[in-house]
């Protein structure tokens, strides 16, 4: 009778051990405040140029829509949290230190991405360019619904684009690693403004394509900020309609640009742009294709992201080729 008695204190001892381990079990996995603390993870609100962004848990699954946003992720170490990526056909690839990481990522879309592929893919959040919402793109309030929170990528100033930095570093925890970056790109451009105070800017033509007339970047496009802060003048910069513009050949020879930046991505080619701007009879008269001045430079490199003092860096040696960067 004793043996028995034993064994079932034992037994309820047992059976109560079990039910207590169910209910923490249970309490964990129905209660998400629980998990996010767990988690370590602090709610985060950002204004994203006039949206409230709210980030309630750390994302898991990314999309980086754009190459410049791939590669803002993959610099600040988060490689791992990227699901796929669009745009590819306005890149050139990552940057060599980037190599071994892109080759990790998969391909969304080749050009924009599309609201199949977005939907279908898993993805709960997006940080993408401003060119791929609204209009014929994305809608940001029907991915919502999906469960994707949306931080677009949109700076039109060196100070937004080191602040966009910083709001990612914040989003997945890597608030130093995006604070040094960032420090570390403000003291590479102020290095090459040193070098080049007191010199007359260049005057410069963007080329980006030619048709009827050339699509070039006007006074608010992000390309003209970072040409100032190559020493550099963008012909251009008195219009400010509208970011990307499409002006007379006429026009260009009017302006006598220095110097003409080419933009490279997939299609035409740099050396199809060159021949077309050589073989065209006005644009042949400008002193800049007589004297080859042509710079040339990746579009991915020109749009707001990491690649800041890269840029400024590559721009200012082409405009100034006297001085030792």
Known sequence: MRKHLVFLAIGLVFALALSSCSRKTEGNSGGASEARAADGFTPLSFNNYGRTLSVSRRPEKVLALGPN??????????TDYIAGTSLRNHSRGPLPEYAEDFKKIPELNHSSATREAVISSGADFIYGIDWEFGGDGLDIDELAGYGMTVYMNAAQTLEQTYEEI?????????????????????????????????????????????????????GVNFETLLINESGGKNVFDDLKEKAWI?????????????????HDYDSPSVEAKIAEIKANDTLSQLDAVKNNRFVIIELESVLPGDRLAYTVEKLAKGLHPGIAF
């Open 246 to 262: 499409t002006v007379s050949y006429e026009e260009v020879l009017k302006r006598s640009p220095e110097v003409i930046i080419i």
């Open 166 to 218: 910083n709001d990612i570093g914040k989003i997945f925890g890597v608030e130093d690693r995006a604070a040094a970056f960032v420090a570390d790109q403000k003291a590479r451009i102020a290095s090459i403004k040193q070098k080049l105070a007191g010199r007359t800017p260049v005057r410069v033509l963007v080329y980006d394509s030619g048709n009827d007339g050339v699509f070039t970047c006007s």
């Open 69 to 78: 946003c791939a590669e803002t992720l993959v610099a600040l170490g988060l």
